[in-house]
């Protein structure tokens, strides 16, 4: 489905591409409750001049150490049901995660567009899984952030994707009354569409503004309808970010990762250290957004 943003005019989707609007409401949503705005541990103007413990995942696990080895020893399963996720194939002994690369990021927003055909999100529904911001050189001051920019590349600019962080310590998931969400034994965090009443706590509590209610109920075209993922049980509900998981678990990468022109995404698994991600914690210097509230999120940044 191909239109304009009416709420953001100049955020329009190339031609061919599915039109998600991204309302500045829903990035405030939770504003007023502790969880308040989202926040980073630093920015690539500022990565210089971070405490190695700050920003090095290996400063955490002493000399010789890795720096993954409390990430995967405290990432087990969160509330569990014991039961596989329908639509895609059990987990395996992987502990899932993403590297994004923000100085390679051009905030073009391929990431989104693949995301929401991907994942049947209603071209009406006002918002996408993925949001990238428009962020001031030197600053990380988040809330500042613009996501109606016109188009990204902009050199005096960086840009700052941002979505589900697939904690291993969720707090959308302590949060939820009737065990709606939890956390898969290989690190994604899930919702079950058939379970969730719409109390919209976890949207609360997630600190990073990554779940997103359906207030209509979502609208896909025929011909746009991925088959593997769930559609009609998402009215009325709460969705997000899955990394895919239809897909990754059948050895393929999440979309986003494989819409990515610029090779900005990195995505693996933490338990293999010779994998992509393995390898980048372990050489570069990475944060977390909001490490500070102890979620321990999955996706990490490097720049």
């Not at 509330?79 to 990021?105: F, L, R, S, T």
Request: include cysteine; glycine fraction near 10%; charged fraction near 25%.
């Amino acid at each position: 489905m191909t239109g304009t943003n009416e709420e953001h005019p100049g955020v329009n989707p190339p031609e061919g591409e599915p039109a998600c609007t991204l309302s500045r409401r829903y990035f405030l949503k939770g504003a007023g409750a502790a969880v308040g705005l989202l926040a980073a541990g630093t920015i690539p103007a500022l990565m210089s001049a971070l405490p190695a413990e700050a920003s090095d995942p290996s400063a955490e696990s002493g000399e010789g150490g890795t720096g993954l080895e409390h990430i995967v020893e405290n990432s087990g399963a969160v509330n569990y049901p014991g039961k596989p996720v329908w639509y895609a194939e059990e987990p395996g002994d992987q502990k899932w995660a993403m590297v994004i690369d923000v100085k390679a990021c051009v905030g073009c927003r391929k990431c989104v567009y693949a995301c929401v055909r991907e994942n049947n999100i209603g071209r009406d529904s006002g918002f996408a899984y993925i949001q990238v911001l428009e962020m001031e050189l030197g600053t990380n001051e988040l809330e500042l952030g613009k996501r109606d920019y016109e188009e990204g590349g902009r050199p005096d600019k960086w840009y700052l994707p941002i979505q589900c962080m697939h904690c291993a310590k969720p707090s959308c998931v302590y949060g939820c009354p009737v065990t709606a969400t939890w956390r898969e034994p290989d690190g994604i965090v899930v919702i079950d569409y058939d379970t969730c009443i719409a109390c919209r706590n976890c949207l609360v509590t997630c600190p990073y503004d990554a779940r997103h209610f359906n207030w209509v109920e979502p609208h896909v075209p025929k011909t746009e309808i991925n088959p593997d993922v769930p559609l009609e049980e998402k009215a009325s509900v709460v969705e997000k970010c899955t990394f895919c998981i239809h897909r990754t678990r059948n050895g393929q990468m999440p979309a986003c990762v494989e819409a990515c022109p610029v090779g900005a995404r990195t995505f693996g698994d933490l338990n293999d250290p010779d994998s992509a991600v393995s390898t980048i914690l372990r050489t570069r210097r990475a944060f977390r957004l909001k490490e500070e509230l102890g979620n321990e999120p999955a996706i990490w940044y490097v720049g």
